[in-house]
């Protein structure tokens, strides 16, 4: 075997893990997503005051659920309740 025959197989054996890698990356994104989204929907059962304990509001569920299918809804509520977090602590150091 030379070293030219060795260097052109290479490539097709290493190509076949990364496509496996990338399917299976995928499917775990998409399994992650939705079971997110299951989630996401059990906080709208939630009462007002049960959902202002973890600081959000109902507007905000309605405001993440806008997000297509394949993203997270639980993502955008994170940064919406951490946005909100930071405002009020910006407040309330102005108050000091």
Same mark, same amino acid.
Request: avoid cysteine; proline fraction near 4%.
């Given at each position: 075997?030379?070293?030219?025959d060795?260097a052109?197989e290479?490539p097709?054996?290493t190509?076949?893990?990364a496509?496996a890698? %990338?399917?299976?990356?995928?499917?775990?994104?998409?399994?992650?997503?939705?079971k997110?989204?299951?989630?996401?929907y059990r906080?709208g059962?939630?009462?007002d005051?049960e959902?202002?304990?973890?600081?959000?509001? %109902?507007?905000d569920l309605?405001?993440?659920?806008?997000v297509?299918?394949? %993203?997270d809804?639980?993502?955008?509520?994170r940064?919406?309740?951490?946005?909100?977090a930071e405002?009020?602590?910006?407040l309330a150091?102005?108050?000091?």
């Open positions: 075997m030379a070293t030219f060795f052109t290479t097709r054996i190509s076949r893990p496509v890698t %990338r399917v299976v990356n995928t499917i775990s994104n998409v399994y992650r997503a939705w997110n989204r299951r989630a996401f906080l059962d939630m009462s005051a959902l202002a304990d973890i600081g959000l509001t %109902r507007a309605h405001v993440a659920i806008d297509p299918f394949g %993203r809804p639980t993502a955008r509520l940064a919406i309740a951490t946005a909100r405002t009020v602590e910006d150091r102005k108050v000091v």
